[in-house]
């Protein structure tokens, strides 16, 4: 009787994947030993795969990412040994999604897939958090402050160093989002957690040049702030994806058309959201040729920066933060596809003292930005020689998507008339070695 009152406690795949294994008079180990072999592992943890087959066989978590090895191990379809029971579908479609989105972005970089030795590090982690009596929530503030270190460590890196912490880090907080499952009352700000390392995800993504890869990691993000009710995550994420739409070259009415939607969607809240949706609108108007609709607009971004309060301000080492730099930048970008290149040069001249120098990116951003404005006011030989010369000089481990499209820019603000002089043609040449 209590036996039978046990197998019905358990999953159905729970009591299945033990009595497959039971059938075949394998040992826990044994089974260990197949499964890395299913798995193409040549070295793995046998006890540490026995500790997890021993909490998959009670049902304590489904082996999501060692359930096709036991299919290769066992010789059954993957449909026949799953029952309908199986967690598998109850996670829901966003989940596998996301799983799913995961693994393709791993895999377009180069990346391996992190996902068996994750699971085997987590499932060694719950036990322990179980041991000390830690839940869930308990996690959360862990998180927020991963999140806030990313912010500085963003700046800083390439984007290769932290494109596979990212991951993990995704991939953890989403096994835990399916374990608790949406009616948990931390489940919203699991959901802000996720924002925002998805955020981060499409943002290192776009770096390293893959802007389809990113939009799919923007619209996560977009969903899982919104899931969160948080509307300066909302913000922050709408904002963020509007500004990298201008460097991806995403036509300039849609972007405005969507900052406009934004607008009417969320509150007018301070917060460096909001900052980060003017700054874009201001970008995309002077792109449009509508300069003096750009121009207002950054005084807008000043209105919006000087309601910000101080945490969010003075700080400017963060990707997170909203300092006076980036007000700055948005004024230098302005004026400088404007033409306006004194007014340009004196904006970069109060971002640069304001910038960190560990922010090297930003700083070459700018000084391209320099060069776009000479170029565009007409002084070719100027704006080509200077970004040449800063191009050049940064680490090319650094050059990122945003750096090469700026380049890009100056170039292609040169007059037809005056492409085939020397130093125009270098530098294209210079930008086509770079990309090959």
């Known amino acids: 009787m209590g036996q039978r009152m046990i197998e019905k406690q358990r999953p159905a795949w729970a009591v299945r994947l033990q009595a497959e294994r039971e059938n075949r008079e394998w040992s826990r180990k044994e089974m260990a030993r197949r499964l890395l072999q299913a798995a193409g592992y040549t070295h793995g943890s046998l006890d540490s795969l026995v500790r997890q087959i021993r909490d998959w066989e009670k049902g304590r978590h489904f082996p999501r990412d060692w359930i096709r090895a036991y299919s290769i191990a066992f010789?059954?379809?993957?449909?026949?040994?799953?029952?309908?029971?199986?967690?598998?579908?109850?996670?829901?479609?966003?989940?596998?999604?996301?799983?799913?989105?995961l693994l393709q972005a791993l895999a377009t970089i180069g990346v391996p897939a992190l996902a068996p030795p994750l699971d085997a590090?987590?499932?060694?982690?719950?036990?322990?958090?179980?041991?000390?009596?830690r839940d869930e929530g308990t996690h959360l503030d862990e998180w927020e402050e991963r999140i806030a270190e990313y912010g500085y460590r963003y700046l800083a890196l390439p984007p290769?160093?932290?494109?596979?912490?990212?991951?993990?880090?995704?991939?953890?907080?989403?096994q835990t989002m399916a374990r608790i499952g949406t009616s948990d009352r931390n489940f919203p700000a699991w959901c802000g957690v996720m924002?925002?390392?998805?955020?981060?995800?499409?943002?290192?993504?776009?770096?390293?040049?893959?802007?389809?890869?990113?939009?799919?990691?923007?619209?996560?993000?977009?969903t899982a702030a919104d899931r969160s009710g948080d509307a300066k995550r909302g913000l922050c994420v709408a904002g963020e994806e509007l500004i990298r739409a201008l460097y991806e070259e995403r036509p300039t009415k849609a972007v405005l058309a969507k900052i406009d939607r934004i607008?009417?969607?969320?509150?007018?809240?301070?917060?460096?959201?909001?900052?980060?949706?003017?700054?874009?609108?201001?970008?995309?108007?002077?792109?449009?040729?509508?300069?003096?609709?750009?121009?207002?607009?950054?005084?807008?971004?000043?209105?919006?920066?000087?309601?910000?309060?101080?945490?969010?301000?003075?700080?400017?080492?963060?990707?997170?933060?909203?300092?006076?730099?980036?007000v700055f930048y948005t004024e230098a970008w302005v004026h400088a596809y404007a033409g306006r290149s004194q007014a340009a040069d004196e904006a970069v001249?109060?971002?640069?003292?304001?910038?960190?120098?560990?922010?090297?990116?930003?700083?070459?951003?700018?000084?391209?930005?320099?060069?776009?404005?000479?170029?565009?006011?007409?002084?070719?030989?100027?704006?080509?020689?200077?970004?040449?010369?800063?191009?050049?000089?940064?680490?090319?481990?650094?050059?990122?998507?945003?750096?090469?499209?700026?380049?890009?820019?100056?170039?292609?603000?040169?007059?037809?008339?005056?492409?085939?002089?020397?130093?125009?043609?270098?530098?294209?040449?210079?930008?086509?070695?770079?990309?090959?």
Request: glycine letters at 6%; one cysteine or more.
């Open 160 to 174: 290769e160093r932290l494109i596979s912490e990212l991951s993990a880090d995704v991939y953890t907080v989403q």
């Open 195 to 222: 924002s925002m390392l998805s955020l981060l995800t499409a943002k290192v993504l776009s770096n390293l040049g893959h802007p389809g890869e990113a939009r799919h990691w923007w619209a996560t993000a977009r």
């Open 263 to 326: 607008r009417a969607q969320y509150p007018a809240v301070p917060c460096a959201g909001l900052a980060s949706l003017h700054s874009a609108r201001a970008q995309a108007l002077v792109r449009e040729g509508r300069v003096d609709e750009a121009l207002a607009a950054l005084r807008d971004v000043r209105a919006v920066f000087e309601r910000l309060p101080d945490s969010v301000t003075k700080e400017v080492g963060s990707t997170h933060n909203w300092g006076e730099d980036r």
């Open 349 to 436: 001249r109060g971002a640069l003292d304001i910038l960190r120098t560990t922010n090297p990116r930003s700083r070459t951003q700018l000084a391209l930005i320099q060069g776009i404005g000479h170029v565009r006011e007409g002084d070719v030989t100027e704006g080509i020689r200077h970004a040449r010369a800063v191009y050049e000089n940064h680490p090319p481990e650094q050059r990122t998507a945003m750096i090469n499209h700026l380049a890009h820019q100056v170039l292609a603000a040169v007059p037809a008339q005056r492409r085939a002089e020397p130093a125009v043609k270098e530098f294209r040449d210079l930008l086509v070695s770079v990309r090959v």
């Open 75 to 101: 010789d059954i379809d993957i449909k026949r040994l799953i029952s309908e029971e199986s967690p598998e579908k109850g996670l829901g479609e966003g989940d596998d999604m996301e799983r799913r989105r």
């Open 121 to 133: 590090v987590q499932s060694i982690r719950e036990g322990v958090d179980r041991a000390l009596g």
